[in-house]
């Protein structure tokens, strides 16, 4: 049997989402209207061929392209706005960002002042990113502070790879590194209001539906201690559990440190103008909420200004010789081993959650967890970030708030309960999705690395998912009614 699957694995991955799609459509478990059957009944089958690696990721993210005009779903010229999204641009930026980076070096010279600061035990190097990360993230988009680290993390685990102990398993070791990435900024995210875009979602409904919300001080109390208890346990979980690395400090791995900075010498002029273009954008980044309310001119946002980043690569001089005087410090022969394929992927995501949103399932799911309202608040906020968690796997987190806080304010209103209590922990939920690539944008960048199988990052994320939901339960439950105790 083993050897029959391993021979015939594709097929029996593809016959196996076409048997679940029919089982959900004509058993229609969930017993809902036509087109919503379908359309779950759709997602189903691309979750699964994503799951099981049926066919290339980027492959099956094209297949709502085809599908949804051909069972009248959607048009054509509907589903492809998703594959044009203004996060794709966003992911496109930090591509060109990233690979200007490593043409000229800039991020080994960066990673080896990490190291050498660090050290090189593979623990302290994973919870020196993962803290740094974190930290980052909860004042710049998550996205945007994956896109920095990603680079100088793939750096660090070459040249790590190369002077570790006999012992060192760094397979693990760089595995846990890019995932740490991708979970630290979800995490970091969580833990201020203008750290991630559901927050800001959920805080603009609080205010439109309620007339008031919760301050920037009273979300910090809160959300700051739970993103350092899931940071902590990220690191136990990839290094003491799932990822041991047994990489231990290595004296002549620090000598080679020390040689490389030595022979690489002070910054060239290519890694300075690199550095510049860089640095400006990540402060773009940082300030451009100040500077859109200081000025009605333009307005600027995380894609534009990842753009912006980018296009100026192709315009600025490298100055690297007289024998090339054209030579930019990014020319598009640079970009051929891009990872274009997750653009795909994330734009097939886009599609499928915006099909779900249309189909009104986010209703159906509102009314189900209604269904299950009981007098037992924790029973009923363990349900609603459970349900958070795992359906952010599938939809655009921010659209996933955006369609559910109403859904969660009536059920609470309807409870006579702070709405509080069910409506931050679907918030946080929504950006603590680790399984699939499409969860959200830095599993999409770190799953672009080559270092993470799915399985890997199902298993993982699994785990992570577990965490995330009893945490954030336990801390709504204690510690909410004593920060806002009425609202």
């Known amino acids: 049997m083993p050897e029959f ?9 593809l016959l196996a989402g076409i048997l679940l799609f029919l089982v959900f459509f004509f058993a229609n478990p969930l017993a809902l209207a036509d087109k919503s059957k379908l359309v779950l009944s759709l997602a189903v089958l691309m979750i699964c061929w994503w799951v099981l ?46 690979i200007a980076i490593e043409k000229w070096q800039l991020h080994k010279r960066i990673a080896l002042n990490i190291i050498k600061l660090t050290g090189t035990n593979g623990n302290n190097i994973i919870l020196g990113f993962i803290l740094s990360t974190g930290f980052i993230s909860m004042w710049l ?48 995210g969580i833990a201020t209001i203008i750290g991630t875009p559901p927050n800001v979602a959920y805080i603009r409904h609080l205010n439109d539906h309620y007339g008031h919300s919760i301050d920037f001080l009273q979300w910090m109390l809160l959300c700051m201690p739970l993103s350092m208890v899931l940071l902590l346990c990220l690191y136990w979980v990839m290094v003491k559990w799932l990822y041991p690395n047994h990489l231990s400090h290595s004296v002549d791995g620090r000598n080679f440190i020390l040689s490389e900075l030595k022979e690489m010498g002070p910054l060239s002029k290519q890694e300075k103008r690199v550095m510049l273009v860089f640095c400006t954008t990540a402060f773009l980044w940082i300030t451009k909420d100040i500077i859109n309310s200081q000025q009605k001119i333009f307005q600027l946002d995380d894609s534009i200004i990842a753009l912006l980043g980018a296009i100026s690569l192709f315009i600025v001089p490298s100055g690297r010789s007289a024998e090339k005087p054209e030579e930019r410090l990014l020319e598009w022969t640079d970009t051929k081993n891009m990872a274009w394929g997750i653009l795909l992927l994330f734009g097939g995501g886009i599609a499928m959650a915006k099909s779900l949103e249309e189909a009104k399932l986010m209703e159906e799911l509102g009314q189900y967890i209604a269904s299950y309202a009981t007098s037992n608040i924790l029973v009923l906020i363990f349900i609603v970030t459970l349900i958070s968690v795992f359906l952010s796997e599938v939809m655009s987190n921010i659209a996933q708030v955006i369609v559910m806080a109403p859904v969660i304010s009536a059920v609470a209103d309807a409870l006579h309960i702070n709405p509080l209590l ?25 799953f672009s690395s080559g270092h993470i199988k799915l399985h890997q990052m199902l298993k993982t994320g699994f785990v992570m998912n577990i965490i995330a939901v009893i945490l954030i339960t336990l801390f709504s439950w204690l510690l909410l009614p004593l920060i806002v105790p009425n609202f």
């Open 5 to 13: 699957y391993k021979k015939y694995k594709k097929e029996i991955s």
């Open 53 to 98: 690696e049926a066919m290339p990721l980027a492959v099956v993210a094209l297949l709502p392209l085809v599908l949804y005009p051909l069972l009248s779903i959607n048009t054509i010229k509907e589903t492809s706005r998703s594959y044009s999204d203004s996060i794709i641009y966003l992911f496109m930026g930090g591509f060109f960002l990233g």
């Open 141 to 188: 988009s998550n996205t945007a502070t994956t896109m920095m680290m990603f680079p100088i993390a793939a750096s660090v685990i070459h040249v790590i790879s190369q002077h570790a102990n006999p012992n060192a398993n760094i397979k693990n070791f760089s595995l846990a590194l890019m995932m740490s990435l991708a979970y630290a900024s979800n995490f970091g």
């Open 422 to 446: 069910l409506g931050i922990p679907m918030t946080l939920g929504a950006s603590c999705a680790g399984m699939l690539p499409m969860g959200t944008p830095p599993n999409a960048i770190v």
